[in-house]
Each structure stands twice: as C-alpha cells, then as structure tokens.
C-alpha cells in the first residue's frame, strides 16, 4: 500500500467488515502514554472506554479479553464480542491482525520472532477456533514490521528459524524472513493465502515513517497497533 502523509494507516478497508475498525499509528502520530491508545481509538471512532492495554512480554500468551483495561503478561488478545478494543505496542515486531467476520471474533498478535518461535499465531487462531471461529473464515493481516533486508540475526536465533526463512549475512549472520515464517505458520493452520493481507514496508528502512527498534535501541518509540468494531 502507499505510503501515507497522515500519521496513521486506517486498516480498515482490507478487512471490508461492516463497522470493523483496524488502525497502525505511525512515527508522526503524538504518543505519550497511556493518553496516545485513547486518542487512537477516538480517531478511528472506537470507543476509548472499551480499550484493553496488555503489559507485553514475548510470550505465547494469548488472553480472550472479557473486560477492558489493563492484562499483564500477554501477546495475544482475543476480542470475542464486538464490545473490546484491542491495541497492542510494537517497534520491528509484527502487528498480526486476524478476524472472523461471520463469527465477530477479531485478535491482535504482537508477533516479534520470540513469541513467534514460541507459536503464538498457532495458540491464537486455536484459541478463536475453540470460541467459535472457523479457519475458512478468518482473514489475517501483517502491518508494518522489520523486513529480512534488516532484520540481521546471529546463529543463535537462526538456529530456531528454518532455513528457508534465512539468507546468509556476513560471518555467521543471517537475515531473517518473519513475516514469511508467519505466512507459512497461517497457511499450514488452513489459511487461505489470499486471506492473508501483507503490508511490505520496512520499519527500519524508512524512519520518517516508523519507529524502529532495530535502527534505534532502547530509547525507539513505538507505534500502536488497535482495532474493534465501532
Ligand atoms: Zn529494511
């Protein structure tokens, strides 16, 4: 997709659900916390109030959110009403949003390539089967993340990933495909391929659109992942 002037990317419009709201923010976009999640969900006409806010960890935990506010300890959220506004944080890691439309079941994955080898996306999507959505049904997408043109690892974190994902670097680094280890990942779940939406742009490859942890360590900002049913 083009790249925006606007300081979010309204998602909303892949999903062609009726009153499903899917929003990115981006660098331009004002944060200070825990203020920015509000005024997010205020820009996309999701209600505020209805905002659950996980304290993010790299597990495979994933939460089926029954209540807003704040979750500790949790990657994954599941929104299996249309009431619950889900949002999540990322900096190179991968906003996974998945929705069921006929079974209004919608989730957020924060998927960085340790919940990822932990099988987050696979907990997930079994988690929003056992609530009542069907695979053939759910229709996911990858926001904005690190692409394998940055995403250097060492041995150490090559080791966990297929080789197919990895294109060697320098001495003993490789670069990293995440985003195509998550594809394969929802594809050998029963997802169709053309339901998996792929948005292609690099966070580190273009910091005057993203934050990046990558590009910029520790003091990095963060973009807001949220989405809901207005
Ligand atoms: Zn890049």
Same mark, same amino acid.
């Given at each position: ?27 331009s ?16 006409s999701?209600?505020?109030?209805? /905002?659950? =806010?996980?304290?993010?960890i790299?597990s ?34 991968i ?13 957020l994955?924060?998927?960085?390539w ?6 987050? =996306? ?18 996911? /997408? ?33 670069? /990293?495909?995440?985003q ?8 050998? /779940? ?10 292609s ?14 590009r ?15």
């Amino acid at each position: 997709m083009s790249i925006s002037k606007k300081s979010f990317l309204d998602l909303s419009q892949h999903f062609a659900s009726d009153g499903f709201k899917a929003g990115f923010t981006l660098r331009s976009f004002p944060c200070s916390s825990p203020n920015d999640r509000i005024r997010f969900a205020e820009e996309l006409s999701l209600k505020p109030s209805k /905002l659950v =806010v996980p304290k993010q960890i790299h597990s495979n935990t994933v939460y089926t959110c029954h209540r807003e506010g704040r979750v500790e300890g949790v990657d994954a959220l599941i929104s299996g009403n249309r009431d619950m506004v889900l949002s999540i944080q990322v900096a190179d890691c991968i906003p996974l949003f998945l929705l069921d439309n006929n079974a209004n079941i919608c989730a957020l994955i924060h998927a960085g390539w340790r919940g990822t080898v932990k099988k987050i =996306v696979t907990n997930t999507i079994q988690e929003m089967v056992s609530i009542g959505s069907k695979i053939k049904d759910i229709k996911a /997408l990858m926001g904005p993340s690190i692409q394998q043109c940055c995403f250097e690892i060492g041995p150490e974190v090559a080791e966990k990933f297929p080789k197919a994902f990895l294109r060697n670097g320098e001495l003993d680094r490789s670069y /990293l495909d995440l985003q195509g280890v998550v594809q394969t990942e929802l594809i050998d /779940l029963g997802i169709k391929e053309k339901q998996i939406i792929f948005l292609s742009e690099c966070t580190s490859c273009h910091p005057e659109m993203f934050h990046s942890y990558r590009r910029n360590g520790k003091k990095a900002g963060r973009m807001i992942a949220i989405c809901g049913w207005v």
